[in-house]
């Protein structure tokens, strides 16, 4: 191997090194904390809203039509708007950890076969240790609280605005649609983004084991 080789390779290992490192430190850190901003927001509309509507009698019937509105308006737009910006953030992050991966594979390759033997194989081995598509349950999660938090705040119109009564199930009805149609929307682009890149790389991985 010429000096001209060897400079080649070094860069491939920097290159290498350093994204090995990112991908199994930095991200799965960053992801941990959407799930923690995510939840700590909920708890603390959770909480809010248990303190506004004890102050108001909660089982007297006194509470403020404009505070039980203004809640009511929290849990059924702005908490399932969030969760759903977060969860696409979240899948932003894990669809960057598997181009991550796929490109680290293909350096291990390249490495491999300028010296003819296996000296790098994390990607492979970890693929075959760990538990394939965990992300589904994450996104389970995010989903859930959207559904939850938009149906408990349909809950509070219709246990303290009695105009709603009449139209609760028809309102219902619509946020159930709206969300298994988010979810199926979900489901189409995690698919596409993140479930073909990882598929591909475990079809590399199989492909060099035989």
Same mark, same amino acid.
């Given at each position: 191997?010429?000096?001209?080789?060897?400079?080649?390779?070094?860069?491939?290992?920097?290159?290498y090194?350093?994204?090995k490192? !990112?991908?199994?430190?930095?991200? /799965?850190?960053?992801? !941990?904390?959407?799930? &923690?901003i995510?939840?700590?927001? $909920?708890? $603390? +509309?959770v909480s809010g809203?248990i303190?506004?509507?004890?102050?108001? *009698?909660?089982?007297?019937?006194?509470?403020?039509?404009l505070?039980?509105?203004l809640l009511? +308006?929290v849990?059924i737009?702005?908490? /399932?708007?969030?969760? %759903?910006?977060?969860?696409? $953030?979240?899948?932003?992050?894990?669809?960057?950890?598997?181009?991550?991966?796929m &490109?680290?594979?293909?350096?291990e =390759?390249?490495?491999?076969?300028?010296?003819?033997?296996e000296i790098?194989?994390?990607? *492979?081995?970890?693929?075959?240790?760990?538990?394939?598509?965990?992300?589904?349950?994450?996104?389970?999660?995010?989903?859930?609280?959207?559904?939850?938090? =938009?149906l408990?705040?349909?809950?509070?119109? &219709?246990?303290?605005? &009695?105009?709603?009564?009449?139209?609760f199930?028809?309102?219902?009805?619509?946020?159930?649609?709206?969300?298994?149609?988010?979810?199926?929307?979900? !489901?189409l682009f995690?698919?596409?983004?993140?479930v073909?890149i990882?598929?591909?790389?475990? *079809?590399? %991985?199989?492909?060099?084991?035989?």
């Open positions: 191997m010429d000096e001209k080789e060897k400079e080649k390779l070094e860069i491939i290992m920097k290159d090194e350093i994204l490192t !990112y991908s199994t430190s930095a991200f /799965p850190s960053i992801r !941990y904390n959407l799930i &923690y995510a939840l700590a927001t $909920v708890g $603390v +509309v809203t303190v506004a509507l004890s102050n108001g *009698n909660l089982f007297n019937g006194n509470q403020s039509s505070i039980v509105s009511s +308006v849990w737009f702005f908490i /399932p708007s969030f969760i %759903s910006a977060m969860l696409f $953030v979240w899948i932003g992050e894990e669809e960057r950890m598997m181009r991550i991966g &490109y680290c594979q293909a350096l =390759s390249k490495i491999n076969k300028t010296f003819e033997e790098l194989n994390w990607e *492979n081995f970890k693929r075959k240790k760990s538990i394939k598509y965990i992300e589904i349950s994450i996104i389970y999660i995010f989903l859930l609280l959207s559904l939850s938090s =938009s408990f705040g349909l809950y509070l119109m &219709y246990r303290f605005n &009695y105009f709603i009564r009449n139209f199930l028809v309102a219902v009805l619509i946020d159930l649609f709206i969300h298994f149609l988010f979810a199926i929307l979900t !489901y995690v698919k596409k983004r993140i073909s990882e598929e591909k790389i475990n *079809n590399n %991985s199989s492909c060099k084991d035989k």
